[in-house]
T-cell receptor, first 112, second 113 residues
Framework: DAKTTQPNSMESNEEEPVHLPCNHSTISGTDYIHWYRQLPSQGPEYVIHGLTSNVNNRMASLAIAEDRKSSTLILHRATLRDAAVYYCTQMNYGGATNKLIFGTGTLLAVQP | NAGVMQNPRHLVRRRGQEARLRCSPMKGHSHVYWYRQLPEEGLKFMVYLQKENIIDESGMPKERFSAEFPKEGPSILRIQQVVRGDSAAYFC???????????FGSGTRLTVV
């Protein structure tokens, strides 16, 4: 199963940018990088995904290293509602199955 | 467009009973996934289904657990003869295509007493 490594926890101040790192050194050429977040007592929420190029959406930006062995999720202005566990995952579309394998994630605390 | 609907939200079962967890994917989504989250642990993949077919059940315990996604109706995760170790949050997710992100439901919290 694909492995990603993330820091256990990070802290940020409200209205400041947050950069959440992820290492995926065993990534293959057809693996997409997905990010999800989970608030307490809720289901995970899709944040963003990408393959090679940097990606932007209304929630965040995803910066993917040129060698694709790492990526960074960027929250441009953290709010208190962004406090959650953030999961970086890989998905391989090469075969018939495309399951996401979640690691332990990064617990993001946002201080007012 | 309603999101992924899971019911019940909370389910209490005595040891030895059966638990049936239901998941209605988003409209237009034909791929369904079930995950389990034990207390203070991460999300563990259980099974991936498309209509009437189990595609990948590599995360399902070999005994007592089964899943289906019939042509009509919701996907069902069935746990027979529940034990205390089955107490967990069970999440269902769906996606419209293989390359898309998942939409998760709010989960069913199973407590075995």
């Amino acid at each position: 199963d694909a492995k990603t490594t993330q820091p256990n926890s990070m802290e940020s101040n409200e209205e400041e940018p947050v950069h959440l790192p992820c290492n995926h050194s065993t990534i293959s050429g057809t693996d997409y990088i997905h990010w999800y977040r989970q608030l307490p007592s809720q289901g995970p929420e899709y944040v963003i995904h990408g393959l090679t190029s940097n990606v932007n959406n209304r929630m965040a930006s995803l910066a993917i290293a040129e060698d694709r062995k790492s990526s960074t999720l960027i929250l441009h202005r953290a709010t208190l509602r962004d406090a959650a566990v953030y999961y970086c995952t890989q998905m391989n579309y090469g075969g018939a199955t495309n399951k996401l394998i979640f690691g332990t994630g990064t617990l993001l605390a946002v201080q007012p | 467009n309603a999101g992924v609907m899971q019911n019940p939200r909370h389910l209490v079962r005595r040891r030895g009973q059966e638990a049936r967890l239901r998941c209605s994917p988003m409209k237009g989504h034909s791929h369904v996934y079930w995950y389990r989250q034990l207390p203070e642990e991460g999300l563990k993949f259980m099974v991936y289904l498309q209509k009437e077919n189990i595609i990948d059940e590599s995360g399902m315990p070999k005994e007592r657990f089964s899943a289906e996604f019939p042509k009509e109706g919701p996907s069902i995760l069935r746990i027979q003869q529940v034990v205390r170790g089955d107490s967990a949050a069970y999440f269902c997710a769906s996606s419209p295509r293989l390359i898309d992100g998942y939409t998760f439901g709010s989960g069913t919290r199973l407590t075995v007493v």
